[in-house]
């Protein structure tokens, strides 16, 4: 069982500086795939890339973030979250740099790719350390806000990208593809100082260390049981920390599978969108150039920020569960708008963007809580990598695909197809979405059965208990 100190801790200081610095790869994640997009502008001409150059551009980072979601998660359960806490920072620091010398596409396509795969790295790294140390009451909130961060990098990238395309012209995408290395620089600093996961810790025989930390930073004592020290077990057999096996057990797989695909329903229209952008709204009529390309793209990251306030509220009041599944089912709608009528005027076209955007904040507050919740310290990392993994196949494919889209279906069906992949995302919702709003930490990890309506069920102690071995 996770501690009630750490379930229970009052919110302090403590708390908001290790949040502001998990942010730091979620606004990095958003700035990195959303300047490029700026950066094609410039890129495009000077390189002569062709459509397929581009897609490759576009989708190169996400599959390194399929590589590094999958491979990362398992190390960071086994090895601990302390350790590459900055290491994925400094490797994303050297690529950005190295970015401004790129010549060619696969040089740009290779920096990206381990751009992505140090992004998807930092995924089950960062939110798995938060959630291990927050209260219940912030827990969620906290990493919805997980989101809010990619939100702000993506903005943040479309008004430097703006800026550098006035003050240096569309030759200026070398600094814009290095920008990145400066925010990587301000969150090495931030993290100074972060401690290792006190879960983490006592599962590995470290509870000497786990509970000294809980004693400077909570300034509570606790013991390495409450910790949950040991090995943990489920239905009287060792969960391996890092085990893939664990994941697709019985117990398990339905988890795994529902954070897996509503991520990738929810990512692989969004990620489309942020990075092809002025193309949308170019086929809807609406007027090309420096500024639709950079600050009208930049309004829509504007409006997903904005959405998942309300999101934000909703999750800890209404619960999880509700709240994925309503942003689903709405989320479907102005797309289906734009499906059946491609030639709307540019304004209601423009509208129905920003009002998908703005439904999206359920899943979006969700893509990193639930992954978190849902599943024990000894495979959460693992969990949020392969969550992060399965999601960016779509983003890849997704992004790849829309220009081609675009071209060869028109704007309408690709808007349809859109609403059909968000359709699958509302039915793995109703059939697997759970409720954990107030639960501690591995109480909700333990609830290994899907819900009937709006409960969480279980059918017997059985398959329901993570005890401590």
């Known amino acids: 069982m996770s501690s009630t100190v750490i379930d229970n801790a009052p919110y302090s200081a403590f708390h908001r500086r290790l949040a502001l610095a998990c942010s730091g790869g979620p606004l990095l994640d958003g700035y990195i795939l959303s300047i490029v997009g700026?950066?094609?502008?410039?890129?495009?001409?000077?390189?002569?890339?062709?459509?397929?150059?581009?897609?490759?551009?576009?989708?190169s980072a996400l599959v390194g973030m399929f590589v590094g979601g999958a491979v990362f998660g398992v190390l960071t359960d086994r090895i601990g979250r302390e350790v590459m806490?900055?290491?994925?920072?400094?490797?994303?620091?050297?690529c950005s740099i190295a970015s401004f010398w790129a010549t060619d596409v696969w040089a740009i396509v290779a920096l990206r790719f381990v751009l992505g795969m140090a992004v998807a790295a930092d995924y089950p790294i960062a939110t798995s350390l938060l959630a291990e140390w927050l209260p219940i009451k912030e827990r969620g909130r906290l990493l919805g806000?997980?989101?809010?961060?990619?939100?702000?990098?993506s903005v943040l990238a479309y008004v430097v990208g703006y800026l550098f395309l006035q003050l240096g012209g569309s030759g200026s995408w070398r600094w814009m593809q290095a920008s990145s290395a400066v925010l990587c620089l301000f969150f090495l600093v931030i993290r100074r100082g972060s401690p290792e996961s006190p879960l983490w810790l006592a599962q590995h025989g470290r509870g000497e260390e786990a509970v000294a930390v809980v004693r400077k930073h909570l300034g509570r004592d606790v013991t390495v049981e409450e910790l949950g020290g040991g090995a943990q077990t489920l239905d009287g057999e060792r969960l391996d920390a890092g085990s893939l096996r664990v994941l697709f057990s019985p117990a398990y797989r339905r988890r795994t599978l529902f954070c897996g695909l509503f991520f990738l329903c929810q990512v692989a229209p969004l990620f489309a969108m942020l990075t092809f952008g002025p193309a949308i709204l170019g086929s809807f009529?609406?007027?090309g150039g420096?500024?639709?390309?950079?600050?009208?793209?930049g309004l829509i990251s504007l409006v997903f920020l904005i959405g998942c306030y309300p999101a934000l509220r909703s999750i800890d009041s209404h619960g999880r569960r509700p709240t994925i599944i309503w942003s689903f089912a709405l989320m479907i709608v102005p797309l289906v708008f734009l499906g059946i009528w491609p030639t709307a005027p540019a304004l209601l076209a423009l509208l129905a963007l920003c009002a998908y955007a703005f439904l999206c904040g359920g899943p979006n507050v969700l893509d990193w809580t639930y992954p978190n919740e849902?599943?024990?310290?000894s495979v959460r990392a693992t969990a949020v990598g392969l969550a992060t993994s399965v999601s960016r196949i779509g983003a890849a494919v997704g992004t790849f695909l829309l220009p081609v889209a675009l071209t060869g279906l028109g704007i309408g069906p690709t808007m349809l197809l859109a609403a059909a992949l968000t359709a699958i995302g509302l039915l793995v919702s109703v059939r697997w979405a759970e409720e954990t709003k107030g639960m501690g930490l591995e109480q909700a990890a333990a609830l290994a059965i899907p819900p009937q309506g709006n409960r969480v069920v279980t059918d017997g102690p059985s398959k329901t208990r993570l005890s401590q071995g």
């Open 85 to 94: 806490y900055t290491l994925d920072l400094l490797v994303m620091v050297v």
């Open 374 to 377: 849902l599943f024990p310290t």
């Open 38 to 59: 700026v950066a094609l502008i410039g890129m495009t001409p000077e390189l002569g890339l062709s459509t397929a150059d581009v897609s490759l551009i576009g989708a």
């Open 285 to 287: 009529g609406l007027p």
């Open 145 to 153: 806000k997980q989101i809010v961060a990619w939100y702000a990098g």
């Open 290 to 297: 420096t500024v639709m390309d950079t600050l009208g793209t």
